[in-house]
């Protein structure tokens, strides 16, 4: 109950027989550790005013985070766009024309429904952060609306995953001379089955280790509080090992899919060069 200045307290004594007590200072807004006890209170020696955790920008003013925010949210939304133009296209060809789609035109429906819901989840931007996050502007959600942005945008790595299966798929029809019906009943069922295994298996991991938190940008993998794990007296409750999961979810498969297409798009390269080359001495520079 209250008692004097202080609203909330909770008392505790030492080993040695001293005591302290913790109080809530409604006036001051503040917490606040005393020597003594609340009938007579001693030296304070620690306050809440003087513990606070940074925030994950801590050099971005009001101005600085809505242009970022606004840059965000038109980028994110010209990728809507975008990836629905070509799902639009796509749909219309099998629609109107009655075709069936090849692996290419699926790897490519594949590819732009994914970074639909992705950058649909981005251009939410910090308002999918708590309502309590402190230093940033905009955040009106809670940790449901953080997870489930947080596991759409790791669903989105599925994006640079499909773009490197179509180099592949270009790959095997320029240079191997496969044909297109052969790498659909061969190859294409794994193609899907690497790209949508991964990307759901680590989107839902990060939903199990409560990985998904504000990075100040979005929700994604981050440790909570974001500097918990270099400051010793800060204790993370979510997202330990955050740096670790980063490498696993994103920097692995974004390496791999980086080799995956200049290896495949060198190999093409050169095919076609060479081929080049043999016209040139055949028929001539004419040719």
């Given amino acids: ?40 209170p001693g030296q304070e020696v620690w306050t809440s005013l ?47 024309k009655k075709k069936v789609l090849n692996t290419r035109d699926r790897l490519l429906l594949g590819m732009s429904s994914i970074d639909l819901v992705a950058s649909i989840a981005n251009a939410f931007d910090v308002n999918a952060f708590p309502a309590d996050t402190y230093g940033i502007v905009g955040a009106m959600g809670n940790q449901a609306t953080c997870n489930l942005q947080g596991f759409f945008i790791q669903l989105g790595f599925g994006v640079p995953l499909y773009n490197a299966m179509l180099c592949v798929y270009t790959l095997l029809i320029v240079r191997m001379k496969w044909t297109d019906k052969f790498i659909a009943v061969r190859i294409e069922p794994f193609m899907h089955v690497i790209v949508l295994g991964y990307t759901l298996t680590s989107a839902t991991l990060g939903l199990v280790l409560d990985l998904y938190n504000s990075n100040g940008s979005f929700c994604w993998i981050e440790m909570y509080p974001h500097d918990c794990a270099f400051a010793g007296y800060v204790k993370c409750i979510r997202g330990e090992n955050a740096g670790l999961y980063q490498w696993i979810f994103a920097g692995v498969v974004l390496i791999s899919c980086f080799v995956i297409i200049i290896t495949s798009m060198s190999i093409i390269y050169l095919f076609i060069r060479k081929n080049v080359q043999k016209m040139k001495e055949r028929y001539g520079e004419s040719s």
């Fill in 50 to 96: 003087d513990f606070r955790w940074e925030p994950a920008h801590p050099d971005l003013n009001y101005a600085a985070q809505i242009t970022v925010s606004s840059l965000t949210r038109f980028t994110s939304i010209c990728s809507v766009i975008g990836s629905g133009l070509i799902i639009g296209i796509l749909l219309s060809k099998w629609s109107k």
């Fill in 1 to 40: 109950e209250p008692y004097g200045r202080y609203a909330l307290w909770a008392s505790a004594k030492y080993v040695d027989g001293g005591s302290c007590f913790l109080a809530w200072i409604p006036s001051e807004e503040r917490l606040a550790i005393f020597s003594g006890n609340i009938t007579s």
